[in-house]
């Protein structure tokens, strides 16, 4: 069976992802890493065409800070371990690292107050705070709750300017467009937030992008009016020209940023990893991507790539564990920029992972909590582990069938409790509007589902791949 027949059958459309996304990092645990001496005087640095600051190219996402019982912020409600977040940071700025991206949304909404302990240690010009306004809920929709948002940030940041201001994912949501005006436009906090960049108070202006493509042309469009300072894209090498096939509702990164280079806008890069997935990819790839560099960790490769392009001013890493937080310095610590022959290299990689399907999720839990208690990134992730390491069988007479359904069953069951499983989703919808993905959930949980009972009756998988 071949690629296009597969899909076909399984229903994967346009909300099929190309690497598991699960399997990256253990529960907290730690993702393989080459050893060796981290140097402190070898950050690789960006300049600000704009300000003059001198940005490392690697740049802390802080929406995964770790917690008490050693997990992640983002995947918990547990206290956040600051005395691990400050360690963190403080070895993150020894280093060279001195740019710390945040949001009011990110750790349950903690996110902001942690990262302002950490940084206060140290003098304020030894980092760049990057936040958002993060006003998703239509309850922060008007011009005093977005105000009163962004004015908390301070607070929590322990701070009287915030160095990169960002409007937060615009062009998510079911009409990305009229969202866009509502959080920003209508309610004149666009152009609040340019009389405070006027003031002082915030020292870059851009936005990050999510979704609808007509949002962020008409955002770049009106350039002229916003003298947008910076734009906050997702790229990698997957992403560089697979996005649109990966998920209709996405746009290739190579777009997004010859479109920036063309306005001479510096590009801040997100999900350099794919939420994780680059980092733990199909066996064959990591094979292929360890003959050419057996002493650097598969995600190192995406990290170089990402860092290769000269618009980029930094990319953004979620580093849960000091672990992370090495290997990306061994990147970056100085940037081993890619020849054009490696960069071939990973174009062609990425064809060939785009024989493995999978579901675009990232794991960004936007989804939750579901109404009938589904663990929706559970199951997604189950899955696309599963396919990840060859354990979607495509048939019963497939060699490894036996071993395949065992390990997808056994798993599930493991992984996501039975009353949260698949099978309870009733197509409410509600999940879909939050999914900055775009990825039809229902549909996709129905399929898992469907693949699930066909494997427990051990039937023939090939009528329920066409069903689901």
């Given amino acids: 069976m071949n690629r296009r027949e597969f899909l076909s059958r399984l229903g994967a459309g346009a909300a099929v992802s190309a690497v598991a996304l699960s399997g990256c990092t253990p529960k907290g645990g730690k993702q393989s890493v080459t050893e060796g001496e981290i140097p402190t005087d070898q950050m690789t640095y960006r300049t600000n065409p704009k300000t003059g600051d001198k940005v490392s190219i690697l740049g802390y996402g802080c929406m995964r800070w770790p917690t008490v019982s050693n997990g992640s912020a983002r995947e918990t409600n547990d206290e956040i371990d600051q005395e691990a977040v400050?360690?963190?940071?403080?070895?993150?700025?020894?280093?060279?690292?001195?740019?710390f991206d945040t949001s009011p949304a990110y750790c349950k909404g903690k996110s902001e107050r942690v990262t302002g302990i950490a940084l206060s240690r140290h003098p304020r010009n030894?980092?760049?705070?990057?936040?958002?306004?993060?006003?998703?809920?239509?309850?922060?929709?008007s011009r005093e709750a977005s105000i009163a948002m962004y004015r908390n940030s301070f607070k929590e940041l322990q701070t009287d300017y915030i160095d990169y201001l960002l409007l937060h994912a615009i062009g998510m949501g079911n009409d990305g467009m009229k969202e866009f005006e509502e959080r920003y436009i209508d309610n004149g906090i666009l152009d609040f937030l340019l009389e405070e960049r006027k003031a002082g108070r915030i020292r870059n202006l851009g936005f990050s992008y999510h979704g609808d493509i007509a949002v962020f042309d008409r955002a770049l469009a009106e350039h002229d009016k916003y003298q947008w300072d910076f734009v906050q894209i997702q790229l990698n090498y997957l992403d560089w020209k697979h996005a649109k096939e990966l998920n209709e509702r996405n746009t290739n990164a190579e777009y997004l940023y010859e479109e920036l280079q063309k306005r001479n806008i510096p590009a801040v890069i997100m999900e350099p990893l794919l939420g994780g997935r680059l980092s733990k990819v199909h066996d064959h790839v990591a094979a292929r991507l360890k003959q050419?560099?057996?002493?650097?960790?598969?995600?190192?490769?995406?990290?170089?790539?990402?860092?290769?392009?000269?618009?980029?001013?930094?990319?953004?890493?979620?580093?849960?564990?000091?672990?992370h937080l090495q290997d990306n310095l061994r990147s970056y610590a100085p940037l081993k920029a890619l020849t054009d022959e490696e960069m071939q290299f990973l174009y062609d990689t990425a064809d060939m992972m785009m024989r493995y399907p999978t579901v675009p999720c990232n794991d960004c839990k936007y989804c939750m909590p579901c109404p009938y208690g589904i663990d929706i990134p559970g199951i997604l992730l189950h899955y696309n582990k599963c396919v990840n390491e060859g354990n979607l069988p495509e048939s019963k007479q497939a060699e490894n069938y036996r071993k395949a359904r065992r390990a997808f069953?056994?798993?599930?069951?493991?992984?996501?409790?039975?009353?949260?499983?698949?099978?309870?989703?009733i197509g409410c919808?509600?999940?879909?509007?939050?999914?900055?993905?775009?990825?039809?959930?229902?549909?996709?949980?129905?399929?898992?589902?469907n693949f699930a009972e066909f494997l427990k009756q051990g039937l023939d998988l090939v009528p329920a791949l066409k069903q689901v």
């Avoid at 290769?308 to 000091?322: I, Q």
């Avoid at 056994?410 to 989703?425: E, F, I, M, N, W």
Wanted: some cysteine; hydrophobic content about 35%; proline content about 6%.
């Fill in 126 to 141: 030894k980092y760049f705070i990057a936040t958002k306004l993060s006003n998703f809920a239509p309850s922060t929709w």
């Fill in 292 to 323: 050419r560099e057996p002493e650097r960790s598969v995600a190192s490769w995406a990290f170089r790539f990402a860092g290769t392009f000269p618009g980029v001013l930094t990319v953004l890493s979620g580093m849960t564990y000091m672990e």
């Fill in 429 to 449: 919808r509600m999940c879909v509007h939050h999914c900055p993905q775009g990825i039809n959930i229902p549909e996709e949980l129905q399929r898992i589902n």
């Fill in 409 to 425: 069953l056994v798993g599930y069951d493991r992984s996501v409790p039975k009353l949260r499983q698949a099978d309870h989703c």
């Fill in 86 to 99: 400050n360690r963190l940071v403080d070895y993150a700025i020894e280093h060279g690292v001195n740019y």
